[in-house]
């Protein structure tokens, strides 16, 4: 794959900043070797990384400590807003016909589809403007977490290969996250879905497919349709905070017995054999909530009880 190498080279030359940065030079060119040699089109390899440069916006973005003084509560309130709230079930009521068919066939409720969309980009209308290329190869090359971004830029240049999206159309945020519910390339390659039969998989521009590849990842990601995300619900001072936590379960049976009531002061439901586990998102001062396996599926795809907790409370809103 000389001819690779060289092209690769020839067409950096022309780029104003050629010169810019010898290193990454270096190793772009290695790098597009490696992507041919794991089984990519030399014609993609080519097209998509001809002229590609460090992009400094993005190294800031990566290189900046985020701050977390902000409350649950105020997320919450940031996130579940009645604007997004109407909205939500706006275009429930719009595109009901197509969420039923992807809820049937998933199993996965379709307020829960639609509160994704409207927390990763409110509805579609915030995707990002970064090119996918460029920005992951500026990661893999000087990012905090090389490797891993360098396995995402192949996998980018997979799907490009495949021809789900072209290379201009291939936009994100700056870490590569894309479409519509910001699928990082290998959760598209693995869980993206074609939801009208046209062959390919636009998580972009195609409403049918970004919500079947949004039900396929919950589905595969072991979601129960017998089952809730979770309830708010109040907890007796008897309960040592140590009991809490995502990661210790106990039988809702248990809970009840222990004292825990819903927030409204109802008596807590109780299915037979059905496993849950308290989390106070704002610390002990703050609300608690019950939540079942199907709230874990939702921190599969984002680990943050803050994300996986508003989606729970926006789809349960637009679900009324």
Known sequence: MKKLALLVTALMLFSPAAHADEDFDIWLREFAQEAVDKGISVPTVEQALSGVRPIEQVLRLDRKQPESTITFNQYRQNVVTPTRVKKGKELYNKNRALLDRISNESGVPPQYIIALWGIETSYGENTGN??????????????????????????????????????????????????????????????????????????????????????????????????????????????????????????????????????????????????????LPDGPDGPAFLVYDNYRVIMKWNKSLYFATSVGLLADRIAQ
């Open 130 to 279: 970064f090119n996918v290329i460029p920005a992951l190869a500026t990661l893999a090359y000087d990012g905090r977490r090389s490797g891993y971004f360098k396995g995402e830029l192949i996998n980018a240049l997979k799907i490009l290969d495949q021809g789900h999206i072209t290379l201009a159309g291939m936009k994100g945020s700056w870490a590569g996250a894309m479409g519509q519910n910001q699928f990082m390339p290998s959760s598209f390659l693995s869980y993206s879905a074609d939801g009208d039969g046209d062959g390919k998989r636009d998580i972009w521009n195609n409403l049918p497919d970004v919500f079947a590849s949004s039900a396929r990842y919950l589905n595969e990601g072991g979601w129960r349709p017998d089952q809730k995300w979770g309830r708010e619900v109040s907890l007796p001072t008897s309960i040592p905070e140590s009991f809490t936590g995502i990661e210790n379960s106990r039988f809702v049976s248990e809970w009840k017995e222990m004292g825990v009531f819903l927030a409204s002061g109802q008596p807590i439901p109780v299915t037979e054999r059905t496993k849950a586990s308290i989390i």
